[in-house]
């Protein structure tokens, strides 16, 4: 399966953006999805999955409370809600498809396959 990672943009501290992931086959609906994000200088790090059926979702901790994943199946995307955007939130976000067989809370690169190409998320102070 692609991904295709959108939304993306310039926001300022306390904005809100919202990415997408858009899925090319129907077995996106049946893939547990996450959201990664490699800031400047750093390596990528974990931020959100949503699970493919059940509905649930984990998050990296710095940003619980502010981001929310949630997926449309009708439109084969998954979403990531950005809320109380910070200057540390800035980065280029990829989405990936969880590989079957590995742990739910995983934060691994390793465990998950397909990326999207990325969308860059500035957010100024």
């Known amino acids: 399966v692609q991904l295709q990672a959108c939304g993306g943009g310039l926001a300022q501290t306390g904005d809100s953006l919202t990415l997408s992931c858009a899925g090319s086959?129907?077995?996106?609906?049946?893939?547990?999805v996450g959201w990664f994000r490699q800031a400047p200088g750093k390596e990528r790090e974990f931020v959100s999955t949503i699970a493919a059926t059940s509905g649930n979702t984990y998050y990296e901790d710095s940003v619980k409370g502010r981001f929310t994943i949630s997926r449309d199946y009708a439109k084969n995307t998954v979403y990531l809600q950005m809320n109380s955007l910070k200057p540390e939130d800035t980065a280029v976000y990829y989405c990936?498809?969880?590989?079957?067989?590995?742990?739910?809370?995983?934060?691994?690169?390793?465990?998950?396959?397909?990326w999207g190409q990325g969308t860059l998320v500035t957010v100024s102070s």
């Open positions: 990936a498809v969880k590989k079957r067989g590995t742990d739910w809370g995983t934060r691994r690169e390793v465990d998950f396959g397909s």
């Open positions: 086959r129907p077995t996106f609906r049946t893939a547990a």
